[in-house]
């Protein structure tokens, strides 16, 4: 009864017991940290784990899901889609709890256990599943890398356009280019319909992330091109605002000093303080840098040349 075929729901239980116990205990370990850090920790560990078995069972023992999909599940395929069906049935719980995620990506949990669980009740589809879920998973550490520079305010420099880039080409090629070949040999073999309808559903999931992550990337970098495109402009400004300062204060300096002749009887200074208004008023006449630098240039010769 707890057993059909090859769903074992004994095994799969201490799976997710796994799964969950590890977050648990970076609960406890790291309580500065919040729950998503924890969870998205266990998912990089659940991504490399079922990566470099799906390499193991898909490369090394076989059998090729481009020549030989649709056979009967092997005990290590049995053993990778039970390891994915427990995590993803602690990952769709995690997100239910606490309404952190779209429905693009609950859809994606939701096919996925469907998926997993058809495939262990069936005894079918290990040799094609297994080689999906590789697939699937080989780019999500650089994805939940991207999120932990962004938490700790790294994601803004060099290494985060590394992981960006890194993980944009990496989902294209393996999720897009390698999935496009493997669904379309999988319809030249002899495999049935519900096969070719849950490949389907995923490899369409894989391209509606894709486009996501496309238009995102267009316009960060578009954004910060035209940032880029207008630093320049910004640069000549501060410059001619610096000079006018430097001139005003050697004005300033000046009438201060040596220029007592030039006062009146009342004790101010009206030659240097003319002088200065003249300049502000130039200054704010002034239509583009280049001119308000030149400007501020015969302002101060001016000012040199008599005091």
Same mark, same amino acid.
């Given at each position: 009864?707890?057993? #059909?075929?090859?769903?074992?729901?004994?095994?799969?239980?201490?799976?997710?017991?796994?799964?969950?116990?590890? $977050?648990?205990?970076?609960?406890?370990? =790291?309580?500065?940290?919040?729950?998503?850090?924890?969870?998205?920790?266990?998912?990089?560990?659940?991504?490399?784990?079922?990566?470099?078995?799906?390499? $193991?069972?898909?490369?090394i !023992?076989?059998?090729?899901?481009?020549?030989?999909?649709?056979g009967?599940?092997?005990?290590?395929?049995?053993?990778?889609?039970? #390891?994915?069906l427990?995590y993803?049935?602690?990952?769709?719980?995690?997100?239910?709890?606490?309404?952190?995620?779209?429905?693009?990506?609950?859809?994606?949990?939701?096919?996925?256990?469907?998926?997993?669980?058809?495939? !262990?009740?069936?005894?079918? $589809?290990?040799?094609?599943?297994?080689?999906?879920?590789?697939?699937?998973?080989?780019?999500?550490?650089?994805?939940?890398?991207?999120?932990?520079?962004?938490?700790?305010?790294?994601?803004?420099?060099?290494?985060?356009? #590394?992981?960006?880039?890194?993980?944009?080409?990496?989902?294209?090629?393996?999720?897009i280019?390698?999935?496009?070949?493997?669904?379309? /040999?999988?319809?030249?073999?002899?495999?049935?319909?519900?096969?070719?309808?849950?490949?389907t559903?995923?490899?369409s999931i894989?391209?509606?992330?894709?486009?996501? #992550?496309? +238009? $995102?990337?267009?316009?960060?970098? /578009?954004?910060?091109? =035209?940032?880029? =495109?207008?630093k320049?402009?910004?640069t000549?400004l501060?410059?001619?605002?610096?000079?006018?300062?430097?001139?005003?204060?050697?004005?300033?300096?000046?009438?201060?000093?040596?220029? /007592?002749?030039?006062?009146?009887?009342?004790?101010?200074?009206?030659?240097?303080?003319e002088e200065? +208004?003249?300049?502000?008023?130039?200054?704010?006449?002034?239509?583009? /840098?280049?001119?308000?630098?030149?400007n501020?240039?015969?302002?101060?010769?001016?000012?040199?040349?008599?005091?």
């Open positions: 009864m707890l057993k #059909i075929n090859d769903f074992d729901f004994f095994m799969i239980l201490l799976y997710f017991s796994i799964w969950i116990s590890f $977050y648990f205990a970076l609960c406890f370990w =790291k309580p500065s940290r919040s729950c998503e850090w924890h969870c998205r920790t266990v998912t990089v560990l659940h991504a490399v784990t079922v990566t470099l078995i799906a390499i $193991y069972v898909v490369f !023992l076989g059998p090729s899901p481009f020549t030989h999909a649709g009967r599940n092997t005990p290590a395929q049995v053993m990778a889609v039970s #390891i994915c427990a993803f049935l602690f990952d769709l719980g995690w997100c239910l709890y606490f309404k952190t995620e779209g429905p693009v990506m609950l859809a994606h949990h939701f096919l996925s256990i469907i998926g997993l669980s058809w495939c !262990l009740f069936a005894g079918y $589809y290990g040799t094609e599943l297994v080689a999906t879920i590789g697939g699937a998973e080989i780019t999500n550490p650089l994805l939940q890398l991207r999120w932990f520079l962004r938490e700790s305010g790294h994601y803004k420099s060099l290494l985060g356009d #590394i992981v960006d880039w890194t993980f944009i080409m990496s989902f294209g090629f393996v999720r280019l390698l999935g496009s070949v493997l669904l379309y /040999s999988y319809y030249q073999q002899n495999t049935d319909f519900w096969g070719r309808l849950g490949g559903c995923i490899y894989g391209w509606i992330f894709f486009i996501g #992550i496309l +238009n $995102y990337a267009v316009k960060k970098y /578009s954004r910060r091109f =035209k940032n880029w =495109k207008h320049p402009a910004q000549t501060v410059s001619s605002s610096q000079l006018s300062q430097a001139a005003t204060s050697k004005g300033s300096d000046k009438c201060a000093g040596t220029t /007592s002749h030039l006062k009146p009887a009342n004790g101010k200074n009206s030659f240097c303080q200065r +208004n003249i300049l502000s008023v130039r200054e704010i006449k002034s239509g583009s /840098s280049g001119l308000f630098a030149r501020v240039s015969h302002a101060e010769d001016f000012l040199n040349h008599s005091l």
